[in-house]
């Protein structure tokens, strides 16, 4: 494991991280870390959880990362990312958690992810903005947990299809009811 939590680092994340192959746990949680996360990160095969949330990390989210077969959690909220979430993180057949708020982030929310087998709900999605999930139907977020979104408009429409829906923060669920 790499604890390095609240530790005032600053600067890259260096690509040598990317020859830590037994690495299971990287966390970075609040420092000062700024440039692009190093795609070498997608050499770590035996990673299960990346906290890379409440840095200054900028530049796409690197592709790379979906090489991490064995990842249950990412973190990469509180950020200044942009681009697109990969479509390749579909693929990540054990990812439970994806925690992507406050970015700078673009597109929608990849369709990859309804290709996968959900046994219950595993990807939440904390504070997306509506934009992520534009090309998403209200029975692809019964898949999901969606939470802290504002996801009125999507929900109004389609309140019948609703068995579960995980809210919290800015979902106002008496707007949504008939």
């Known amino acids: 494991m790499l604890d390095l939590q609240s530790n ?16 299971r746990l990287i966390d970075l949680f609040e420092n000062s870390l700024s440039q692009e996360i ?19 990390l900028g530049g796409e989210i690197p592709t790379n990362i979906s090489f991490c077969s064995n990842l249950i959690e990412i973190d990469v909220g509180w950020n ?15 990812l439970e958690l994806l925690f992507i708020h406050a970015n700078n982030l673009t597109g929608g929310i990849p ?11 595993q990807i939440i999605l904390v504070a997306v903005s509506p934009m992520l999930l534009a090309n998403w139907k209200i029975s692809h977020i019964l898949h ?26 800015t979902i106002n669920l008496k ?4």
């Open 80 to 94: 200044v990312l942009v681009g697109k979430i990969p479509v390749e993180f579909g693929s990540l057949s054990k």
């Open 8 to 23: 005032k680092l600053a600067r890259s994340i260096s690509p040598h991280i990317g020859n830590l192959s037994f690495l």
């Open 144 to 169: 999901s947990m969606v939470i802290g979104c504002q996801v009125q408009s999507l929900l109004r429409s389609s309140i019948s299809l609703l068995s579960e829906i995980y809210a919290c923060q």
């Open 38 to 56: 190093p795609p070498e990160l997608g050499h770590l095969s035996r990673l299960k959880y990346l906290y890379l949330n409440k840095n200054l």
């Open 111 to 121: 369709l990859t992810f309804l290709s996968r087998n959900f046994l219950r709900p």
């Open 175 to 178: 707007a949504l009811l008939p």
